[in-house]
């Protein structure tokens, strides 16, 4: 039995955070498991209130966890603040570390507060496996615009001085017919295309795609290999989109 463990956010109506990380890790054929950072009021039409765990609270669960259940990989999504990011960075998991830099929700509101993109940087992408931003918050963590593909490559390459293995720079906000997303691994640069989906239900596209990834390292697979399937995965995923809610829908995690 394959293994994962999520350390995020909770999304209440089921389309981002640790709830559609273990949807995916189960699709995947992924036992998952889950350390909550932080609880959400939200729907595919808000977010409106937001409050961040204890750190011990959220150590306790992770060392509860891996004593019993050694995951064979590991990602992160939503963590709040400094503390909580130094608690994670302090572990040693023993398997993957995959860290999508959760910053704002699909609505705007800030999950990531000021103070902890510090500790992000200088703590944690020391220790991470795969760094997985789109174009957004590769533009807050590095202070510079990350608005065309050859910016993307930049922007990777930069973030992978900081300390990661691998950077995949999501191109989801970037134009043009095709989705391109791009991986630095191993010092190269590869380009992981998909057509563009025109959906407004995009929720939870960032926590899903990483927690595709997650899975298949947890089950051996390469990180490249694992990266190709999941972008694969998520582009049907975004294609089926349920259309569920008045919002910004989830996208498809039976796909």
Not at 137 to 146: H, M, Q, W
Not at 166 to 189: C, M, N, Q, S, Y
């Amino acid at each position: 039995m394959h293994v994962a463990l999520t350390i995020a956010g909770s999304d209440p109506s089921g389309g981002a955070g640790l709830q559609a990380d273990l949807k995916t890790f189960h699709q995947h054929g992924v036992y998952g498991m889950a350390a909550v950072t932080l609880l959400t009021v939200q729907n595919t039409q808000s977010v409106s209130r937001v409050e961040v765990l204890a750190p011990d609270l959220v150590r306790q669960q992770i060392e509860a966890v891996l004593a019993d259940i050694p995951p064979g990989a590991v990602k992160t999504g939503a963590l709040g603040t400094a503390a909580i990011i130094e608690v994670i960075a302090s572990l040693r998991f023993n398997a993957p570390l995959v860290v999508d830099p959760v910053m704002v929700s699909k609505h705007g509101h800030a999950l990531l507060a000021e103070a902890a993109q510090v500790a992000l940087r200088t703590k944690l992408l020391p220790v991470t496996t795969l760094l997985t931003p789109n174009t957004l918050e590769a533009t807050a963590l590095l202070g510079t615009p990350v608005t065309t593909l050859a910016e993307a490559e930049a922007a990777a390459a930069a973030l992978a001085k900081l300390g990661p293995k691998a950077v995949l720079v999501k191109g989801g906000h970037l134009t043009g017919p095709e989705a391109i997303d791009v991986l630095f691994i191993d010092g190269r640069i590869v380009h992981l295309r998909s057509p563009r989906i025109d959906t407004k239900h995009t929720h939870g596209t960032g926590c899903t795609y990483s927690a595709a990834i997650t899975a298949g390292l947890a089950k051996g697979q390469t990180l490249e290999d694992s990266a190709r399937a999941a972008k694969a995965w998520l582009t049907r995923a975004l294609a089926t989109a349920p259309g569920l809610g008045h919002g910004i829908g989830p996208v498809n995690h039976f796909a």
